[in-house]
């Protein structure tokens, strides 16, 4: 069974709580869908993507010896 009223200052007071709550719940919302818009750019992609590669070669020693190789041959080759 649903709350029983006694006042309309009751029923108003109620009214306001779901209203500030609803507000909220929407601001989460927007916020979220901001937060997936700006993860999903192609910017911030290739950024996390480069991010990855990255921290992959500096824990392999090996990877990351032959990378510094390769760039330094091609560097001098140009040279």
């Known amino acids: 069974m649903g709350k029983m009223y006694t006042s309309i ?3 108003n007071s109620d009214l306001e709580i779901l209203k500030v ?3 909220l719940h929407y601001q989460k919302v927007f ?3 901001e937060n997936i818009k700006e993860e999903l750019s192609p ?3 290739v950024r996390n993507s480069v991010g990855s590669v990255a921290s992959y070669v500096k824990s392999s020693g090996n990877i990351q010896a032959f990378l510094i ?3 330094l041959k091609r560097f001098f080759k140009r040279k």
């Open 9 to 11: 200052d009751q029923v």
């Open 21 to 23: 709550k609803r507000e």
């Open 31 to 33: 916020r979220s869908v």
């Open 43 to 45: 910017d911030r992609l």
């Open 69 to 71: 190789t390769y760039i």
